[in-house]
């Protein structure tokens, strides 16, 4: 395993060819309304790290290039993929139009979720994450083919956007042939 100091992980500034090295995943990314700069920072470096092919930026959550932004991804929003969109809903639609075969998942608590390591993950994915308060919007979740969800066994109820999005990540990679 590669161990870097803080120094060597903050300056990493990959070559052309190292990034189309990189096996992406057809793994997409939906970011419904984030807020939090620095949430929006973390998951472009978890999307690089599971081998992601983009993500969409929708709504009201900013854009690179943003200081924030750049410093919680440490700069991996330069070579992850990404695109805004107006609406996640407008994402949603785009993947389906684009793959008739990728399957959407929201990672969300709802009525209709299950255990998120109870579902069988497929690529090509979409997964559809939420505002930090209100998470994904309904519209979207009734787009969706499955809503999965991360136990609660404590008094809070939520965990941060960015940590459910890395455990639900590594659970779909993890699932993988």
Known sequence: ????????LRNTEPTQEQV????????YIILDNVLDTYNV??????ADAVGAQKIYLCGETLTPPNPRIKKASISTWKWIEWEYIPTAYEAVVKLKNQNSK??????EQDKRS??????????????VVGNESFGVSK???????AIVELPMYGINKSLNVMVSTG???YEIIKCLP
Request: hydrophobic content about 50%.
């Open 102 to 107: 990728i399957k959407i998942v929201a990672a």
């Open 1 to 8: 395993m590669l161990k870097l100091n803080a120094q060597e």
């Open 167 to 169: 455990i639900v990540l």
């Open 20 to 27: 189309k090295a990189v096996k992406r995943r057809p793994i």
């Open 139 to 145: 519209e979207v979740l009734d787009k969706c083919d």
């Open 114 to 127: 299950i255990e998120f390591d109870k579902y069988k993950y497929q690529l090509p994915l979409g997964l």
């Open 41 to 46: 920072g973390s998951i472009f470096r978890l």
